[in-house]
Structure formats: C-alpha cells, structure tokens
C-alpha cells in the first residue's frame, strides 16, 4: 500500500480523523482505563501503527497538545523523565500546552525545569495559576523562558494571579511573534515573602507587530499599563480583532487612545463596561467622552457586549445607556453588523435600551451599509414575543431595510 498511494493521501486520511474531534489534546494520564478506551486517541495511535510512513503525521497529531490538569501533578516526574530522555520520541510533536492548577502553581514545581526540552511549542493556554507563589530562581530560570517564549504564536492566560501588572507585560513581551493574545480575570498579588518573582527592572520589549487578535477581559488592575505599553511601540499592532471588556472610568482614556490608534485596522470590535451593577455609569460616560472611533474606517461589525436588563439586576436601567452613544460615533461605510449580547427574561427589559436614538442613529448617513442587527442570548420562550416587540420600536421605523436577527446562545464575531 505504501507504494501504491503518494504520503498526502496518509496524511489527509490522518488529518481528517483529527478532525472529527476538533482537537488534538494529548492528556498526560497513564490510568489503565483510559489506555484501553476506544476514545478518538485509540484511533490516532492506531494509525501510527499501519506503517512506518504513517507514523510521523499520527504522532504529529496525537501529541500536539500537552495538556497538564490539577489531578495529574503526581505524574509530572515520570513526564520529566520522558521529554528528557535522549531517545524520546514525542517532544518534538508538542506544540501546544495546556496548563490547569486550580490556582495551585507549587504542584507544577516539578514540570518546570523541563519546559524548555519542548523545543516547538508554538500555543500556551494557562488557567487558574498563581504565578505568584512560584520560586524566583524558578521563576526567571525556567517558567519565563519556557512558557513565555518568543516562538509562540497564541497566547491565553486565564484566572490567573501574577506578583504584579509589570510582571504580566513583561511575560507577554518576550512573546515577540505572538499573533493572538486573550487575557482574562487575571490578578495581582502583594508580595508575601522574598522568594517571589519581582517585577522587572528593565524596560518591557517591543509589542509584537505579527499581533491580529487581543481579548482582554475583566483585568482592570492592569488595563492601562497593558494598553500603553502596546501603544508605546514604533508602529502599533494591526489588530483586526479586538474585544475590551470591563472598561472602566481610570482606564477609559488609554482604552479611547488605544482604539485611535489601532482603529484603521479593526475589522471586529466588542465593548463592554464594567460598572452599573450598582447603579453607576462612571465608566460609561468616561469613555464615550473621549472616545473618538473616526479612525474605525474598516470596521465591519461592532458588538455590545452583556446589556443586563433582566428585572433584578442593579442598575440595570443604566447597562446600556452608552449604547446609542457610542453609535452615533460609528462613522463608516465598512460596518454591516451590529450585535447586542442582552442578559434578559421578558420582552419589556428591551425597553431599557432607548430605541427611539437608536432609529435616530440608523436613519442617519453615519452606517450607509448596515445590514444586520443581532440580539443574542434571548430566552427562547420568549423569542417570538420579542420579534414582535423589536419590529414594534425599531424594524417599523427604519428607512432602509436592515435585518434584525435574533439567537438563543451567544454569538460570537462572525467572518462578514
């Protein structure tokens, strides 16, 4: 058979049942059940032992990615002694980690020192860590170098605490070909002792300029400096992508100044704010104070992001009082869609948006192209009652046709 068929067809066979899981996760657990489970793995590791030419794809896809969970520290040394190993043979393979300690990060005190024998790591996803803790030989010898490394092209840190906001940037900027970067929940913590990482004495590295996709979410304590430091470079990231939520009143004029800046380039762009939970919209009027999205000039959809209107939410009157603000700023003929992610229970919340602006906006020549306006995460007992309360205050009142559309579940950006 080797003779018979050209090495594409194996690999495209290899491929396409890595595909049926849409994930390539490797999990480090050496539980006898989970050797002899008919699972998705089972088939990929059957494939490297057809022949000797389907070997290196089967492995390529088999361990592509590691990923370490809080229940599977004990096996850490065994691992260590695994990648370390002259002979070893899957290594090479791993180009994405995935770490998850439940905010315990002593217990990955044993994986560390052998990060750096994964020479092709290319992906780090890192969740519930709490860099803080870590020892600063480790810290600077091994966990900098190893995770945070310039060859990587995504980067997600997620629910983690790091000693400070400076430790976090200077993380990031060693990753100089980073393309996509997510940030979400992350804390700082003061320091309890002298062996914990410092922050560092140097100035941060150029942003990467490969960087197309940033998420930042709900991390305020580090909002400002983060978006400084990627407007501080000689040319800003062409970021195509953007989401920024938790906007908040101290980092409202950074963000409008980072959004001037990276503006010609967005094509999707998500707001959300972090305050009206109790009955403040200091972050809110902030930023539409200063925001200037003249720049937006290629932007082609624009999502607002958690509107809670639902009964029993605090301030829940003043969610989305920016909405119709920030879209009288919208000016550009590039725009087709515009989402609304609403956290609601009856039709009549969606009077808490002021409509009657809204119409205004859309009647207006700001959006000649304007095609669509979704609203997500309706409940769907009542999905038909709002269609009809929707085309009631706005479908009715719209001058040129523009289609309302509405989903269960939330709906994330959407290729246009």
């Known amino acids: 058979m ?3 068929f050209p090495l594409e067809i194996f690999e495209a066979i290899i491929d396409q049942i890595w595909r049926l899981k849409s994930t390539d996760t490797f999990h480090f657990s050496w539980e006898p059940e989970s050797v002899q489970r008919e699972t998705f793995h089972t088939l990929i590791h059957h494939c490297a032992l057809v022949s000797r030419r389907w070997l290196p794809r089967a492995r390529y896809r088999a361990f592509g990615t590691l990923s370490i969970l809080s229940h599977t520290r004990s096996l850490l040394p065994e691992f260590g002694g695994i990648v370390s190993h002259p002979l070893c043979t899957i290594r090479d393979h791993i180009r ?8 315990i990060a002593e217990g990955f005190g044993s994986l560390w020192p052998y990060l750096h024998y994964i020479s092709h790591l290319e992906e780090v996803d890192v969740h519930h860590v709490d860099f803080s803790v870590v020892d600063y030989s480790q810290w ?5 170098p190893g995770l945070f490394r310039p060859t990587l092209r995504v980067l997600r840190v997620s629910s ?8 976090l940037v200077d993380c990031i900027s060693r990753c100089t070909l980073v393309e996509s970067l997510l940030v979400h929940f992350v804390d700082v913590a003061e320091p309890a002792g002298e062996h914990q990482a410092q922050p560092p004495s140097r100035p941060f590295r150029q942003p990467s300029q490969r960087l197309t996709t940033l998420d930042m979410q709900y991390c305020t304590s580090l909002t400002v400096l983060m978006l400084d430091w990627l407007s501080s ?6 970021l195509t992508d953007l989401e920024l939520c938790s906007i908040a009143c101290s980092g409202a004029s950074s963000t409008a100044h980072f959004l001037r800046l990276v503006g010609p380039s967005v094509k999707r762009l ?9 009955g403040e919209t200091d972050g809110q009027d902030a930023f539409c104070a200063v925001a200037d999205f003249s720049t937006l000039t290629n932007l082609r959809f624009f999502s607002f992001g958690q509107l809670s209107v639902y009964p029993h939410y605090m301030g829940r009157d003043l969610s989305a009082k920016h909405v119709p603000l920030l879209m009288a700023k919208l000016v550009t003929t590039q725009l087709r869609e515009i989402h609304f992610h ?5 039709p009549e919340d969606l009077l808490m948006i002021d409509w009657d602006l809204v119409v205004a906006v859309l009647n207006g020549p700001s959006l000649p192209r304007l095609e669509t306006l979704h609203l997500s995460a309706i409940p769907e007992a009542v999905l038909d009652d709002v269609a009809k309360l929707m085309d009631e205050r706005l479908g009715r009142h719209l001058r040129r046709k ?7 579940g939330y709906v994330f950006f959407t290729e246009i």
């Open 2 to 4: 080797a003779g018979i």
């Open 96 to 103: 994405h980690i995935e770490l998850d300690g439940h905010r």
């Open 140 to 144: 600077t010898n091994f966990v900098l």
């Open 160 to 167: 983690c605490t790091f000693f400070g906001a400076s430790e």
């Open 233 to 238: 470079g000689a040319g800003v990231p062409r």
């Open 270 to 278: 998500r707001v959300t704010f972090c305050d009206s939970s109790s």
């Open 342 to 346: 609403v956290l609601m229970q009856e």
């Open 402 to 408: 523009v289609t309302i559309t509405y989903s269960v």
